[in-house]
């Protein structure tokens, strides 16, 4: 599925330089486990987004391996540093080979 | 009540196997298959990790599940009742700001959720919580 896919992400605006912030994101996707039959008994194909990565100015903050045991709408929180000024680049792949992009820049002040 | 030497010898092995029994690990060969994958057979330190989840899911659709290992490069999720146990695999890069993450998981029924983290010494840490689904996620 590649229709209505729509990512989410909050990061605040604003972080002193060396901070800890939290990030949240949320992907809008059916996560097709694969396991669910359909009214004719007949298996509904796996579509799913396999894998989720987060970088800030080219380096990596978090990669996630995602099985098909991950809910509807994958949502995924976690926490990083803000040595600089710049932008955070996230990116989810697909199944179909699809990969959904959103970026978020953050300001030191 | 007196006991004769018969009978004190068959409580006694009773209450031996019941103990046998209980010592199991309580969750399916499945998940041992792929924590051993991960691990290489390497031995399991319990403790420095902490998994949270709630004791009880409503909705085996969306269990919110939150894993933190100080120190951990990878942190791998399990659910040892479902079809297929991987869930997901957090990898941590050099800007990650605390060894933690949380998602939302399936669970297809009542079970056992396995978190193993990968330490930057190279051992493995791994931790587990229970959690009573009422309505499974799976699909039928």
Known sequence: ???????????????????????????????????????????????????????????????????????????????????????FQFAWYDDDGTVYETGKKIAIG | MELTRRQTLTIGSGTFAFAALAGLPAFASLTDDAVAAMTNGAELIDGGIDITAPEIAENGNTVPIAVSAPGAVEI?????????PAVATFKFGPLSGSRSGSTRIRLAKTQDVVAIAKMEDGTFRQASATVKVTIGGCGG
């Open chain 1, 1 to 87: 599925m590649a229709s209505g896919v729509k990512p989410r992400v909050k990061v605040p605006k604003k972080a002193t330089a060396g901070d800890v912030i939290t990030i949240k994101t949320l992907i809008s996707h059916k996560m097709e486990s694969g396991q669910r039959k359909d009214g004719d008994g007949n298996l509904v194909p796996r579509s799913i987004i396999n894998r989720f990565t987060a970088d800030f100015n080219g380096q990596n903050v978090i990669d996630v391996l995602i099985e098909p045991a991950v809910s509807t709408n994958p949502f995924f929180e976690f926490e990083a540093v803000v040595p600089e000024a710049g932008e």
């Open chain 2, 76 to 84: 791998a999720l399990f659910a040892s009742g479902n079809p297929t």
